[in-house]
C-alpha cells in the first residue's frame, strides 16, 4: 500500500523518544517521569514561563492553561511542559496526536529505539503507560520536533485516560485534558488541505478464527488482522467478507450482524481491560453517483464535502470501478474506489480498492 501523505516523521519520533528515554524509563519502584522542566531538578533550571506550558488541576481548574504556543524553526524542536495533577481520577494512559499543517491529528507515538526499558512505558496501541507517581501527577518536559514545512503550524494535543482511550476520540475514558501547544513556523498561515489518499489496500475474506486481513484503519492505514488483540480493535474502520455472491464491506460495529457468522478476536474478551464498556466504531456507506475519473480529480478536502451521511452501516454488491461513499465514527467523509476484486469467500479472496478522506 503507498501513502500520498507527507506526515508522520520518524525523525519526530525519534526525538520525542530520546527525550523521554533520557528523562526516565517505567519501572515498578518509580514514576515514567521525573518532575521538572527538562527532566530534572534543583535550582539552575530554565524557569516554567519560558517553555510552553499545559496546567491540568483538577482540584482546582482556575489553575488551568489549556493551550500554549511557540516558535519554531524547521529541523530543530522545542520543548513543551505538561503538568497534569489530578484528584479524585487516577490517570492510567496518556495519549498524544500531532497535526501538521492542518492535514489532522495523527498519533504521535512511534517510538523508534529498540530499548527494552523504554518499550515499558508504551502499551500496544501507542499510548504512554502512567505508572507510579504519575498516575496522580505528571510534569515532563519534553522536546517537540518541527517537520519540514515553509508556513504553517504544528499542534500537538495531550490528554489522560482512566483505561484504553481513542485517538480519534479524546472523550473516550478522558481524565485531563486535551492540552494543545501549537508550534508556529514562518508566518503560521497553513497551505490548502489536501486528502488524505491510501492506494491498493486489500483486504481478504474471513476466518473464523480470526486469523486474515480483514480490517482497516483510516486512523494509520493499517490492513488489521482480526484477532491481533483488543489494544488495536479501536483502530479498526470497517471490514470485508463474501456473502451470498456479494462482495461487502461493513463498520466494526456492525459487521457480525451483517456478515452473520462470528468472527474470533473481533467482540472483546472477559478478561480485556474495560471489557464491559468496549466500544467499536461505526461508519457509513453508500454507493456514489461519481465515477473512478472523479475520484481520480480529487485532490482537496473540502472536495468531499458533497459527501452525505447515510444510514446503512453495510454495502453489498461491491464491483470494480464502484466509487463508494463514507462517514466514519468521526464525522470525516471520505470515497472508495474499488481496483480489484477476487470474488468467493475462502481465505485467500480478496478486495482491493483505493481511499480519500478527509484529514
Same mark, same amino acid.
Given at each position: 500500500?503507498? +501513502?500520498?501523505?507527507? %506526515?508522520?516523521?520518524?525523525? #519526530?519520533?525519534?526525538?520525542?523518544? =530520546?527525550?523521554?528515554?533520557?528523562?526516565?524509563?517505567?519501572?515498578?519502584?518509580?514514576?515514567?517521569?521525573?518532575?521538572?522542566?527538562?527532566?530534572?531538578?534543583g535550582d539552575d533550571e530554565d524557569p516554567i514561563e519560558e517553555v510552553a506550558t499545559i496546567i491540568y488541576d483538577e482540584a482546582t481548574p482556575t489553575n488551568n492553561v489549556v493551550t500554549a504556543s511557540a516558535s519554531g524553526e524547521v529541523g530543530t524542536a522545542v520543548p513543551g511542559r505538561i503538568i497534569y495533577t489530578s484528584d479524585a481520577t487516577t490517570q492510567r494512559r496518556m495519549y498524544i496526536t500531532q497535526n501538521i499543517s492542518g492535514e489532522g491529528d495523527m498519533p504521535f507515538n512511534d517510538f523508534a529505539l529498540n530499548d527494552t526499558d523504554l518499550k515499558k512505558?508504551? +502499551?500496544?496501541?501507542? %499510548?504512554?503507560?502512567?505508572? #507510579?507517581?504519575?498516575?496522580?501527577? =505528571?510534569?515532563?518536559?519534553?522536546?517537540?520536533?518541527?517537520?519540514?514545512?515553509?508556513?504553517?503550524?504544528?499542534v500537538y494535543s495531550f490528554w489522560t485516560t482512566t483505561g484504553k482511550g481513542d485517538f480519534r476520540d479524546p472523550t473516550k475514558r478522558l481524565a485531563l485534558g486535551v492540552g494543545t501547544i501549537t508550534v508556529t513556523v514562518g508566518t503560521g498561515t497553513n497551505p490548502s488541505t489536501p486528502v488524505r489518499e491510501f492506494t491498493d489496500v486489500q483486504l481478504f475474506a474471513p476466518a473464523a478464527d480470526g486469523t486474515t486481513k480483514t480490517f482497516f484503519s483510516l486512523l494509520n492505514e493499517t490492513v488489521y488482522q482480526i484477532n491481533e488483540g483488543p489494544e488495536f480493535r479501536a483502530f479498526w474502520d470497517f471490514g470485508y467478507y463474501y456473502k451470498d455472491n456479494e462482495a461487502s464491506f461493513a463498520s466494526t460495529a456492525s459487521y457480525n450482524d451483517s456478515f452473520g457468522f462470528p468472527v474470533e478476536g473481533l467482540e472483546p474478551g472477559a478478561d480485556e481491560e474495560d471489557a464491559a464498556n468496549e466500544t467499536l466504531n461505526e461508519g457509513y456507506f453508500s454507493t456514489s453517483t461519481m465515477l473512478a475519473a472523479d475520484f481520480d480529480a480529487i485532490v482537496l478536502s473540502g472536495s468531499l464535502d458533497v459527501v452525505v451521511k447515510s444510514t446503512s452501516q453495510d454495502i453489498?454488491?461491491?464491483?470494480?470501478?464502484?466509487?463508494?461513499?463514507?462517514?466514519?465514527?468521526?464525522?470525516?467523509?471520505?470515497?472508495?474506489?474499488?481496483?480489484?476484486?477476487?470474488?468467493?469467500?475462502?481465505?485467500?479472496?480478496?478486495?482491493?480498492?483505493?481511499?480519500?478522506?478527509?484529514?
Open positions: 500500500m503507498k +501513502k500520498q501523505l507527507k %506526515s508522520p516523521l520518524k525523525l #519526530g519520533f525519534m526525538a520525542f523518544a =530520546i527525550t523521554l528515554f533520557m528523562v526516565g524509563c517505567s519501572s515498578d519502584d518509580g514514576s515514567v517521569f521525573d518532575t521538572g522542566v527538562g527532566g530534572g531538578g512505558v508504551l +502499551k500496544a496501541d501507542g %499510548s504512554i503507560d502512567l505508572d #507510579g507517581a504519575t498516575k496522580k501527577e =505528571i510534569d515532563f518536559t519534553f522536546n517537540l520536533p518541527v517537520p519540514d514545512v515553509d508556513n504553517g503550524t504544528i453489498s454488491g461491491l464491483a470494480v470501478g464502484n466509487v463508494i461513499e463514507f462517514v466514519d465514527n468521526y464525522g470525516k467523509k471520505g470515497l472508495i474506489k474499488i481496483t480489484a476484486l477476487d470474488p468467493g469467500f475462502n481465505v485467500n479472496n480478496s478486495i482491493t480498492f483505493d481511499v480519500k478522506i478527509q484529514p
